[in-house]
């Protein structure tokens, strides 16, 4: 089945350590995001990228770092620069070329104490 | 640039009952506009989407929604809700920009099925 997986479900960090979340895709989609969820707060977009090797940042990007070395892969890394990472953090994609809905991971929920 | 606003933070209804979720959008250009909705612990899944043509659109689990552009609205209906429809609903507008997609998400309203 096509779809995108984030790993792991959960994940428990100290602070002061970088984390790498996982998002994979088999939609063949060339756009990918990261989105940040909290409480009353809906999603907020992190990072997004087009195309392989080619990525921008979003409304929140300060404390985080991606990369895109390939289309089906969009790994986040939450730095210790971030001032507040605990977080639920959702991966979509959607297919370019016009405008299409973003299909969304079941998302990773980070715990930084 | 676009924003969304779900004025309902919380809404209980009883089973069998109908429903109306509001959605208020602020876009200069005619809007993509979408509805998910997320179970706990989970991704969003797509109820519905309006791109143009008939603002009235219909989408699974027998949601629907109508596109009102002079209320600036999006507001999604159900005739009768399931227990199951107990859930985190989010509106969003799109942008398309050279740079990609861009969806602005409302803040949710989280919905409450009595029995």
């Known amino acids: 089945d096509g779809g995108i997986t984030q790993s792991p479900k959960y994940l428990f960090r100290k602070e002061g350590q970088n984390v790498t979340l996982s998002c994979e895709q088999n939609?063949?989609?060339?756009?990918m995001y990261w989105y940040r969820q909290d409480p009353g707060q809906g999603l907020r977009l992190i990072y997004y990228?087009?195309?392989?090797?080619?990525?921008q940042k979003g409304d929140i990007a300060e404390g985080y770092s991606v990369s895109r070395e390939k289309k089906e892969s969009f790994p986040l890394t939450v730095t210790s620069a971030q001032k507040n990472p605990t977080a639920f953090y959702l991966c979509a994609s959607n297919p370019t070329g016009t405008f299409y809905e973003q299909y969304f991971g079941p998302g990773t929920r980070l715990t930084v104490t | 640039a676009q924003s969304v606003t779900q004025p309902d933070i919380h809404i209980t209804v009883s089973e069998g009952a109908s429903l109306e979720l509001r959605c208020n959008y602020s876009?200069?250009?005619?809007?993509?506009l979408f509805w998910y909705v997320q179970s706990p612990g989970q991704g969003l899944q797509l109820l519905l989407k309006?791109?143009?043509?008939?603002?009235l659109v219909q989408g699974i689990k027998g949601f629907e929604a109508e596109f009102k552009r002079s209320q600036s609205s999006f507001n999604l209906r159900k005739p009768s809700v399931h227990w199951s429809d107990a859930a985190e609903y989010f509106c969003?507008?799109?942008?398309?920009?050279?740079?990609?997609?861009?969806?602005?998400f409302g803040t949710g309203t989280q919905l409450k099925v009595e029995l």
């Open positions: 309006y791109f143009s043509g008939d603002t």
């Open positions: 939609l063949n989609h060339d756009a």
């Open positions: 876009y200069g250009a005619t809007p993509y």
């Open positions: 990228s087009q195309i392989v090797n080619d990525f």
């Open positions: 969003a507008v799109g942008a398309y920009t050279g740079g990609g997609n861009k969806l602005t």
